[in-house]
């Protein structure tokens, strides 16, 4: 096995790994992908295909991680959802996820944004309202940048194929 085909593979696990990171925030995502494909361009032994690859798959990359966050931003916007909500659900959610094994994250950040929307609106009812909002709002934002993600990753595949055929 060659030192390119090494290459290959690793960015190709990495890039596996930044797919998953997408939904699993304990992963590294999109940045994780983006290092991938240029580490593959660079060392991938793939040429000129290699960094055309590269730019078509950073498109959907950055594309992802801006809708993402702008999709999400937007819609806690809307709901007139704080910032400190947010960032004390995600203190939750980094301990729940020591706490209750695979699923603690999830479970935390829900718990932590429904506790802190609690407290800012001091009636239970508009904190689950704004809770459940917040919630469907960073789903949304996981998920485009999910399948933005997923678009890179089968880019890069086509760009293996080529090189490897060529």
Do not use: D, Q, Y
């Not at 007139?80 to 659900?89: D, G, T, V």
């Not at 909002?133 to 080529?162: D, N, P, Q, R």
């Amino acid at each position: 096995m060659n030192s390119e085909s090494v290459v290959t593979v690793l960015c190709g696990l990495a890039i596996l790994v930044g797919v998953a990171g997408t939904v699993i925030p304990v992963l590294p995502g999109s940045i994780l992908i983006g290092a991938s494909l240029l580490a593959w361009a660079i060392w991938g032994g793939a040429g000129t295909a290699g960094w055309v690859v590269f730019a078509i798959a950073m498109v959907f990359v950055v594309a992802g991680m801006a809708a993402g966050a702008v999709l999400t931003g937007r819609k806690l916007k809307e709901h007139a959802i704080p910032s400190r909500s947010i960032a004390a659900a995600l203190v939750t959610g980094v301990v729940g996820m020591f706490i209750i094994p695979v699923v603690g994250l999830f479970v935390g950040f829900a718990a932590g944004l429904l506790l802190s929307e609690f407290l800012r609106t001091r009636n239970i009812s508009t904190a689950a309202t704004s809770s459940w909002a917040a919630l469907k709002a960073t789903g949304l934002g996981m998920l485009v940048e999910f399948g933005l993600a997923c678009l890179a990753a089968s880019t890069w595949v086509v760009g293996v194929w080529i090189a490897a055929n060529s």
